[in-house]
């Protein structure tokens, strides 16, 4: 069984969410990047937020909303950020059961609207994100930008 829980119940997880997020986003010198945002995401009532997917009581999955993601597009806010599930458990609904976690609180956050950036083709299509342009990323990429209506 999956259960998704707000970093705040598991803060044991935040050094292997942390490492994730490093891992699949980072560089040599950024780990703390990434920690400081998972470590600042315990207050339910700020951003940044983090969740985490958790299957047997063992992390499998986490999805962040962070206050700004696309550093180009700071006059847009919150974004979905750092959606990761480990491999051996992708295609299995992680990511959306993820998603749902993160939309929901984005609106009890009292946001009408959220956005995110992804270079992956038609998959946040089919869960409702509406592309509304391009954003030019840190690294200098020209990546979709999404909206979605809450």
């Not at 962040?64 to 950020?81: A, E, H, T």
């Not at 009408?112 to 990323?137: A, F, R």
Request: charged residues 20%; proline residues 3%.
């Amino acid at each position: 069984m999956i259960e998704i829980k707000h970093i705040s119940e598991v803060v044991e997880h935040v050094e292997i969410i942390s490492k994730w997020l490093h891992s699949e986003w980072g560089n040599n010198n950024n780990y703390e990047f990434f920690h400081s945002i998972v470590s600042h995401s315990l207050n339910k009532d700020n951003l940044p937020q983090t969740f985490v997917a958790l299957k047997n009581n063992q992390p499998v999955g986490t999805i962040g909303i962070w206050r700004c993601d696309m550093v180009s597009r700071q006059d847009l806010y919150p974004w979905i950020s750092a959606l990761y599930v480990v491999p051996e458990q992708r295609s299995l609904g992680l990511g959306s059961m993820l998603q749902e976690a993160a939309l929901a609180h984005t609106k009890d956050l009292g946001y009408n609207k959220v956005y995110l950036y992804s270079d992956i083709e038609n998959y946040y299509e089919k869960t409702g994100w509406e592309v509304i342009g391009k954003g030019i990323t840190f690294s200098g990429e020209y990546d979709q930008i999404f909206v979605k209506h809450l």
